[in-house]
């Protein structure tokens, strides 16, 4: 079993930052690409940043400048440091991961539980 679990979460005013984690745990081979996406009240989930076990990334536009996505591999972990926040980032941040693991050939995809990020103004 494999669980993606998210911390960092929280209340911010804008122009503040916030630092979200995500780890994954359990039985796992290999994770390919880990990403964060968001969902706003009345809006559908959107990706927000991903980035490929060799370090490559990709960004929404709406975030491009302001977040920046990590991982480290030996730790199973990917970050997301989101700076100059706005009120319309305000959304509940899922991770999510393409996980092999043991003894299978195929890649599934994990989420997390979500975190809350609210942006006052």
């Known amino acids: 079993q494999v669980q993606l679990v998210e911390s960092g979460g929280g209340l911010v005013q804008a122009g503040g930052s916030l630092r979200l984690s995500c780890t994954a745990s359990g039985s796992i081979s290999r994770i390919n690409v880990m990403g964060w996406y968001r969902q706003a009240p009345g809006k559908q989930r959107e990706l927000v940043a991903g980035i490929t076990s060799g370090g490559s990334t990709n960004y929404a536009d709406s975030v491009k400048g302001r977040f920046t996505i990590s991982r480290d591999n030996a730790k199973n972990t990917v970050y997301l440091q989101m700076n100059s926040l706005k009120p319309e980032d305000t959304a509940v941040y899922y991770c999510?991961?393409?996980?092999?693991?043991?003894?299978?050939?195929?890649?599934?995809?994990?989420w997390g539980q979500g975190t809350q990020v609210t942006v006052s103004s």
């Open positions: 999510t991961a393409e996980i092999r693991q043991p003894f299978t050939p195929t890649l599934n995809d994990y």
